[in-house]
């Protein structure tokens, strides 16, 4: 299997990146469930899909919990989960508070490995790198241009679209 993805052109005018054309994921219409996913893990270890389950469940209060108390959590192979907001600008110092924050989010940093993809050699015989960053569960996904038309582009989904301006 591969991610899927779709050419897009951008079409706004105003954008420094106008008539670019960009690869965009798209999803089908069905999210895996918990249920899904403990069956799945269930198949590559040794444990029943039961207590996976009533892990899952409980994954998510575990998580409040440390956010409540100021903590990042990290899952290694995974990545680190943290809590991020936005508030609204006022004048004075002292009316800066937690009345002030609009929006809450679970922000994700994927686990990543830096990862020589070359070297070269100076003048004076010093070694110097070339890496790049991969995201660990990306690192090896595959993506194919699919041609179905019941798929469709998520729209703001805040992907990278590779350049500005684009879409996504």
Not at 116 to 140: H, Y
Request: glycine fraction near 10%; charge should be neutral.
């Amino acid at each position: 299997m591969s991610q899927k993805f779709k050419k897009i052109q951008n079409k706004n005018d105003e954008s420094t990146a106008f008539g670019k054309w960009f690869a965009t994921a798209v999803y089908d219409q069905h999210f895996i469930t918990t249920e899904e996913l403990a069956e799945f893990i269930q198949t590559q270890a040794s444990v029943k899909k039961s207590d996976i389950k009533a892990v899952l469940d409980e994954l998510g209060g575990a998580l409040k919990h440390f956010f409540e108390l100021g903590q990042k959590v990290k899952l290694d192979g995974i990545g680190i989960f943290k809590v991020g907001f936005s508030s609204i600008g006022v004048t004075e110092k002292d009316d800066c508070g937690a009345q002030t924050i609009t929006v809450r989010r679970v922000l994700f940093q994927p686990e990543s490995k830096r990862v020589v993809v070359g070297q070269t050699v100076n003048k004076q015989g010093k070694i110097t790198q070339k890496f790049v960053i991969a995201k660990t569960l990306v690192k090896d996904v595959v993506f194919e241009e699919t041609y179905d038309t019941s798929l469709k582009p998520e729209s703001s989904s805040g992907s990278d679209t590779g350049g500005e301006g684009g879409n996504g």
